[in-house]
């Protein structure tokens, strides 16, 4: 080593030992190749006595000087903490495992007790993931609270390899009776896609501990984000979790609402640049208006969500007493959906809550939703190419979770023949030949499946007439199918009324949902429920909201649209 290299360091060592156990040669930007250039640091290794955290971040470490500090460590059996990010710089990609299986054997042979492990920011791949994989399942990561690998290239493989790694730890760490109990999970930037994603849930619900998860811009789309969701909701303690810049569309967002309701602890959820778009965003509010009850701050930004969408996640979060930060920002809201969006928040008295709009993208083009559809759905089929073969591990998770299904064949199949025959060809005739047992027909609708649900709403409610007796079939027949319909749960409920707006024309859906053309009668109907005990005020809310920003597809109703509009203004001006 040149003297003023061994200067340079000497000094620098003199400033390593920071207090509580910590001996720190971090961002000295020391450039270590072999033994003779690690001689200083060993020693100040070797002589710090109760060393319990090793900083070595901002370094370039090599092979031959890794083999020399990973010596030094083999009687340092009090280390508790490794914060190794950044570590490898300008280093050859096979020269990392290496280096890294000498460090984890020297920790394993001094029988240190890990509790944080730092590998941020070190390229490795999926071979670097090997050269911490015996590290990982051994006793020294048995204690292992906090995990950090964000932005390391790992990659599918890699995401495998720590996951099965994982799993093996938290198995042997149960076997000596103190399971894995891993809290903090650090990986973004790794293009863990979804395959990786799928692999870590596995070891994310086996473990049930986790407080933070961090896994933004890693390529999942709604296949990984599902099985992700479904290992969330078996970590009761979750505070954080950021998956920001992954695909999660409809689905995904939904299996997120879902997971959402059993969480209680969650303080920060960031889901921003996640194509979340706006059923998923009303999905996400209901779970707000049910449960989330300490959450701090909400991210939905950049997420294709519309100016009405965006006012029902407002309106679910101006209750939440702990509230600190909202943002909406980079969405589809318009000059004015964001003038309304502050003035709904200042009238809360949440004004400083609401994060900046000013990368809002503007209103979507109504004449351009067709194609922009079409186009949107090709893209998740190309997004989501490897999801046929995964559609079975998509249907468990579906059910083990019960996340709103698709209309299924099969279920129609077990209904009585008359409601079958009724609901194949809706007619009054066929209603008022059903008698009393018209009410029956609520019994066949499905609170977790909303296309079906708001279907079998529109056909009944198309039948409308106001001659006496078809007017109180039709009626009695709606008020039972929406008394249960809007009494499920939150989630149920808003996915039914997103659902039915988008089949009316007043949302744009993700699906490939047929649009019904309106009659006055449905809006009638509509009318007549919201006045009614069982139509909760929020639910009013809901469509006066789409109902007041979406004129355009009621005028071929006027009359009973400014009907409708009416009992809603009233229901929603009366609960205030």
Not at 98 to 109: D, F, N, Q, V, W
Not at 244 to 267: E, I, P, S, W, Y
Not at 531 to 538: K, L, T, V
Request: charged letters at 25%; glycine letters at 8%; proline letters at 3%.
């Amino acid at each position: 080593m040149a003297s003023d290299d061994i200067a340079q360091l000497a000094d620098a060592l003199s400033k390593t030992h920071v207090g509580d156990g910590e001996l720190s040669f971090k961002g000295l930007g020391l450039k270590l190749d072999n033994a003779a250039s690690v001689e200083e640091l060993i020693r100040e290794i070797e002589q710090y006595q109760g060393l319990r955290a090793l900083r070595l971040e901002g370094n370039t470490v090599g092979v031959d000087a890794a083999r020399a500090i990973a010596k030094a460590l083999e009687s340092k059996d009090l280390l508790q903490r490794c914060y190794w990010s950044d570590m490898f710089t300008g280093r050859l990609r096979s020269e990392i495992p290496t280096a890294l299986r000498s460090l984890g054997s020297a920790l394993m042979s001094a029988g240190a007790r890990l509790t944080e492990l730092d590998l941020s920011d070190n390229a490795f791949g999926p071979d670097g993931v090997r050269g911490i994989e015996q590290l990982l399942k051994s006793p020294s990561c048995h204690t292992l609270r906090e995990l950090k690998l964000n932005n390391c290239g790992m990659g599918i493989g890699g995401g495998k390899i720590l996951a099965e790694s994982l799993i093996a730890c938290h198995r042997q760490s149960s076997a000596h009776g103190a399971p894995l109990r891993l809290r903090v999970f650090i990986a973004g930037r790794n293009r863990l896609e979804n395959e990786g994603a799928r692999a870590l849930a596995k070891a994310f619900q086996l473990m049930g501990s986790l407080e933070e998860v961090h896994m933004p811009q890693n390529g999942i789309n709604y296949s990984g984000v599902m099985a992700l969701a479904s290992a969330m909701r078996h970590n009761p303690e979750l505070r954080v979790l950021n998956f920001n810049d992954n695909t999660f569309t409809k689905k995904g967002t939904l299996a997120m609402a879902q997971a959402l309701r059993h969480l209680r602890n969650v303080q920060v959820i960031n889901f921003g640049d996640c194509l979340v778009r706006s059923e998923g965003a009303i999905a996400l509010a209901a779970v707000l208006r049910d449960g989330l009850p300490i959450l701090k701050e909400l991210n939905l930004s950049f997420g294709e969500i519309t100016e009405a969408a965006a006012l029902v996640v407002a309106q679910a979060v101006t209750d939440k007493p702990h509230m600190e930060k909202v943002d909406l920002n980079g969405n589809c809201l318009g000059e004015e959906g964001c003038e309304a969006l502050r003035e709904l928040m200042e009238n809360m008295d949440k004004g400083d809550m609401l994060s900046s709009l000013s990368d809002d993208e503007g209103e979507p083009e109504d004449e351009e939703d067709d194609d922009d559809q079409e186009n949107s759905d090709d893209d998740d089929d190309h997004a989501n190419d490897d999801c046929n073969e995964d559609d079975e591990e998509d249907r468990d998770i579906v059910k083990e979770n019960g996340i709103i299904r698709k209309y299924s064949p099969e279920k129609a199949r077990e209904s009585p023949p008359e409601v079958m025959s009724f609901l194949s060809c809706p007619s009054a005739e066929k209603l008022l030949q059903m008698g009393e047992t018209r009410t029956d027909l609520s019994q066949q609708v499905d609170v977790s499946d909303p296309r079906e649900a708001a279907g079998v709403f529109l056909k009944i409610a198309s039948l409308y007439r106001e001659d006496t007796e078809t007017k109180t079939a039709v009626l009695e027949t709606i008020d039972a199918v929406l008394k249960k319909l809007l009494s499920a749960s939150a989630l149920h409920s808003y996915c039914f009324l997103s659902t039915l707006l988008v089949m009316m024309g007043l949302l744009k859906g993700e699906d490939k949902v047929k649009k019904v053309s309106l009659v006055p009668g449905q809006l009638l109907c509509l009318e007549h429920a919201v006045q009614q005990e069982y139509f909760p005020q929020h639910h009013a809310s809901l469509l006066h909201t789409f109902t007041s920003k979406s004129g355009e597809a009621l005028k071929c109703c006027s009359s009973a649209g400014e009907r409708l509009s009416s009992a809603l203004e009233k229901k929603c001006r009366d609960h205030h």
